[in-house]
């Protein structure tokens, strides 16, 4: 079945360390890749997206993701978290193509002082 | 601005009552969704709808109904069927053609008192 999987419900880093989200999926071909975050009682918004080319997009935020079509895997990364990054993040997948994008059940990042 | 505009922020209702979300966009997209998010369990899709006068169920439609009269406009009423309606509800709009991120308004929390 298709499917989007972020191992992670919870994470916490403390300020200025580095942060790795982890989602993988399984779809049959190369699907379209995001990442959204979440603050509290709001709504989602775009942090990148991968669609085809270099497989190492850059987003808002200073985040960025690398897209591995070996392991099915897009991973997002943060070299410095600042304590601003608190959110829930999601993983979504476009497999077919003006459908609607799948959702993972998202990571709850925690920073710590 | 442009955006999504979802209201009321906050909505309770009795239960057996039947209670409308409403959801509007200036963005001038074809396609909307709408998505119900609980803990732990991410975005599930209820309804999209790709054109005017057009729309679909997506994975959790039971107890759900829309239209899609106006391109700005998608309107979600929860109705007494719906066993379970507290939840935080997410309205999103895309182009629809090709691989295009959705843009999500606020959300609307939904209580059944």
């Known amino acids: 079945a298709q499917s989007v999987t972020q191992p992670d419900i919870h994470i916490t880093v403390s300020e200025g360390a580095s942060l790795e989200l982890r989602c993988n999926y399984s779809?049959?071909?190369?699907?379209?890749l995001f990442w959204y975050v979440q603050s509290p009682g709001q709504g989602l918004q775009l942090l990148l997206k991968y669609f085809s080319g270099d497989t190492l997009v850059q987003g808002i935020k200073g985040f960025e993701a690398e897209f591995k079509r070996s392991q099915s895997s897009f991973n997002l990364r943060k070299p410095s978290v600042h304590w601003s990054d608190a959110a829930e993040y999601f993983c979504a997948v476009d497999a077919t193509s003006g459908y609607a994008l799948n959702f993972g059940k998202g990571t709850s990042l925690l920073v710590t002082p | 601005d442009g955006g999504i505009t979802q209201s009321p922020k906050y909505l309770f209702r009795k239960e057996g009552q039947n209670v409308t979300l409403s959801c509007e966009q200036n963005l001038n997209h074809d396609a909307m969704y709408w998505y119900r998010q609980d803990p732990g369990q991410g975005l599930r899709l209820i309804y999209y709808?790709?054109?005017?006068?057009?729309?679909q169920k997506g994975d959790i439609a039971e107890g759900y109904s829309v239209s899609r009269e106006k391109k700005e406009s998608f309107p979600l009423t929860v109705t007494s069927a719906q066993k379970n309606p507290t939840a935080f509800y997410l309205c999103?709009?895309?182009?629809?053609?090709?691989?295009?991120?959705?843009?999500f308004g606020q959300g609307t929390r939904l209580t059944v008192v």
């Open positions: 779809y049959g071909a190369t699907p379209y």
């Open positions: 999103a709009s895309g182009t629809g053609q090709g691989a295009t991120e959705a843009f």
């Open positions: 709808s790709q054109i005017v006068n057009d729309f």
